[in-house]
């Protein structure tokens, strides 16, 4: 069964830093795109950033320069390093495969509060 379990969320304050990680089961995460969301209450999920199987990146305007996508092949992980975290951060993180079929994480929660 595939599965993308994600992990490292929590709450931090504003200024502060997590990593997150998916780490995936049967499928492998350097052969296709994988990318990070985001959904914050009330809001569409939204694009954070990709990694291609080239190790391309790509990342949202209101992340750039604060966030970093990395995968470890060997360990068949994916990793979105946040710093300079802001509370507008704030949204539940999806992990995502993007193959000829999709698949999802099941989130972590990034609380970015004082």
């Not at 990342?59 to 320069?65: I, M």
């Not at 979105?80 to 802001?86: A, P, V």
Request: contains cysteine.
């Amino acid at each position: 069964q595939v599965r993308l379990v994600e992990s490292g969320g929590g709450l931090v304050q504003p200024g502060g830093s997590l990593r997150l990680s998916c780490a995936a089961s049967v499928i492998s995460v350097s052969i296709n795109t994988m990318d990070w969301y985001r959904q914050a209450p009330g809001k569409q999920r939204e694009l954070v950033a990709a990694i291609t199987p080239g190790r391309n990146t790509m990342y949202a305007e209101s992340v750039k320069g604060r966030f970093t996508i990395s995968r470890d092949n060997a360990k068949n992980t994916v990793y979105l390093q946040m710093n300079s975290l802001k509370p507008e951060d704030t949204a539940v993180y999806y992990c995502h495969y993007r193959g000829y079929n999709d698949y999802w994480g099941q989130g972590t929660q990034v609380t970015v509060s004082s």
